[in-house]
């Protein structure tokens, strides 16, 4: 897999009403919200996936675009939403 991909191989396509299979809260999301929120959250799993694997300029460039992205979520209004997802990331590192 390219660490750069938009989408890994086994990521099923989030629906915006849909809540099975994914941490995504049940609430509707503009197109731009939705975007960010999922962006995130795919930037989060390639992190955890990755992280031991891949080299360290990758892992700074990948820790980079996760801010970013959460700014961009901030940005969005979203920001409650990406603070969970960033959250549930450092407890599934410590558990």
Request: include cysteine; proline fraction near 2%.
């Amino acid at each position: 897999m390219n660490l750069f991909d938009l989408r890994s191989q086994d990521q099923k396509p989030f629906d915006n009403q849909s809540n099975e299979g994914n941490l995504l809260p049940r609430r509707s999301y503009s197109q731009t919200q939705l975007f960010f929120v999922l962006r995130l959250m795919h930037l989060l799993d390639v992190r955890r996936r990755e992280a031991e694997t891949i080299e360290e300029w990758q892992l700074k460039l990948l820790d980079r675009a996760i801010y970013s992205t959460f700014v961009d979520c901030l940005e969005q209004e979203v920001g409650d939403d990406a603070r969970e997802l960033l959250h549930q990331q450092e407890a599934a590192k410590q558990g």
